[in-house]
T-cell receptor, first 112, second 114 residues
């Protein structure tokens, strides 16, 4: 079945460590996105990519990095520079930029 | 700044009643709107969308209404069921501009009472 796969679903990290969240899609979508969700809040855009080898900062990119070397993959690295990394991270894709988003099941990161 | 928001953070509904979830947006350039449903611990799922050239669109048990004059969007759920308990988000984007990222509101948590 086509869809978006995020891994790991749960992740614990010590302060000062970098961690990479995986996002893979087999929908053949050009655009991919990373959102952060905190309790009681909406989704905030971290980074997005409209096409392979290209990506742009979203509203809260500081402390995060991404790459888009393959169409189906858009990994997110949460670096030690991110002050409050504990959150629920959602990856999404769309056929083209601005279109309906298809979301993965999310990755919950907890910093100990 | 421009934002998308929902009027109420929570809504409690009796099973079988109709639900109405409201959303106000401030970006007058927005011309594409989507409602998403998010169940606990999962990613959001598409419910229904509407473009600015329409003021009403119906799906299965759901209706979205758009009032561009007052920049207001609503989602109506008919005969609410226990499975409708979730957080509902509205999202908007000006698809005819270069800034076509979806912006999300804070969400409304709907709880269905048996």
């Amino acid at each position: 079945d086509g869809g978006i796969t995020q891994s790991p679903k749960y992740l614990f990290r010590k302060e000062g460590q970098n961690v990479t969240l995986s996002c893979e899609q087999n929908l053949n979508h050009d655009a991919m996105y990373w959102y952060r969700q905190d309790p009681g809040q909406g989704l905030r855009l971290i980074y997005y990519s409209q096409i392979v080898n290209d990506f742009q900062k979203g509203d809260i990119a500081e402390g995060y990095s991404v790459s888009r070397e393959k169409k189906e993959s858009f990994p997110l690295t949460v670096t030690s520079a991110q002050k409050n990394p504990t959150a629920f991270y959602l990856c999404a894709s769309s056929i083209d930029p601005g279109g309906e988003l298809f979301f993965g099941e999310g990755s919950r990161l907890t910093v100990l | 700044g421009e934002s998308v928001g929902l009027h109420l953070p929570t809504l409690s509904v009796q099973e079988g009643d109709n639900s109405i979830i409201n959303c106000a947006y401030s970006n007058s350039a927005s011309d594409y709107f989507i409602w998403y449903k998010q169940e606990s611990g999962k990613g959001p799922q598409f419910i229904i969308d509407i473009r600015s050239n329409m003021d009403k669109r119906q799906g299965q048990r759901v209706t979205v209404l758009l009032n561009k004059t007052v920049k207001h969007l609503s989602l109506q759920i008919a005969a609410t069921q226990p499975g409708d308990s979730a957080v509902y988000f509205c999202a908007e984007t000006p698809i005819h501009s270069n800034d076509y990222k979806l912006s999300f509101g804070a969400g409304t948590t709907v709880t269905v009472r048996a």
